[in-house]
């Protein structure tokens, strides 16, 4: 009997598990652990231009874990990530449990093997990155390429340290110059036409 009632406990747990996140391969971001420590640099300031400012990403294990922790961690992928305040009423941007339906970090920084220590890396914004509050976000993959762990730069609420992010408007300085230049000789001309004119008209009169 006691063995049975083991059996039916054992049973019970693993249905559970499988309940809460991590049947059939899902992963659920709620069971990840917060073990990696990130931090984020930027070039200018936290106001940043697509196509022009850089990022300086740093991750590695937080040192209040005891050794061993990231035993399991194989690789790890850097993504840059939608803060609330820019999710709002935005479906395709919105944060989903099931790590394969969320859309909160959308943009790759970088992807690489896990290591010991502290990794760096520097990343140029993308020229494609749309105007939008953002934080970064490090998850530690498993052998079976399944995040185990996780790491950001923003708190619980994603509410701290974030930044901004201008999208390329389109416009290049160049052809705003050409723009002016060709509104101020446009003007002048018509000017000149109707001074012209005014000339033509006093002669006439005078004849």
Not at 138 to 162: C, F, M, P, R
Request: proline share 2%.
């Amino acid at each position: 009997m006691a063995a049975a009632g083991f059996g039916r406990l054992l049973l019970a747990s693993a249905l559970l598990f499988c309940f809460v996140g991590n049947c059939h391969g899902e992963v659920f971001f709620a069971n990840l652990t917060r073990t990696l420590e990130v931090t984020a640099t930027f070039q200018n300031g936290t106001n940043l231009q697509a196509g022009e400012s850089t990022i300086t990403v740093t991750w590695g294990l937080n040192a209040t874990f005891p050794s061993g922790t990231d035993s399991l961690y194989e690789s790890v992928k850097v993504r840059l990530c939608y803060a609330p305040v820019s999710q709002v009423y935005r479906a395709w941007r919105a944060t989903k449990e099931p790590l394969s339906k969320d859309k909160t970090c959308q943009f790759k920084i970088a992807a690489s093997k896990y290591a010991k220590g502290t990794t760096t890396v520097q990343w140029l914004v993308q020229k494609t990155t749309p105007t939008a509050y953002y934080f970064v976000r490090v998850y530690a993959l498993d052998k079976a390429g399944h995040e185990v762990a996780y790491g950001q730069t923003t708190d619980a609420h994603k509410k701290e340290n974030i930044f901004f992010i201008e999208a390329i408007s389109g416009r290049h300085t160049s052809l705003d110059i050409a723009s002016v230049c060709f509104s101020a000789f446009s003007v002048v001309s018509l000017a000149g036409f109707f001074y012209m004119e005014k000339r033509k008209a006093k002669r006439a009169s005078h004849n």
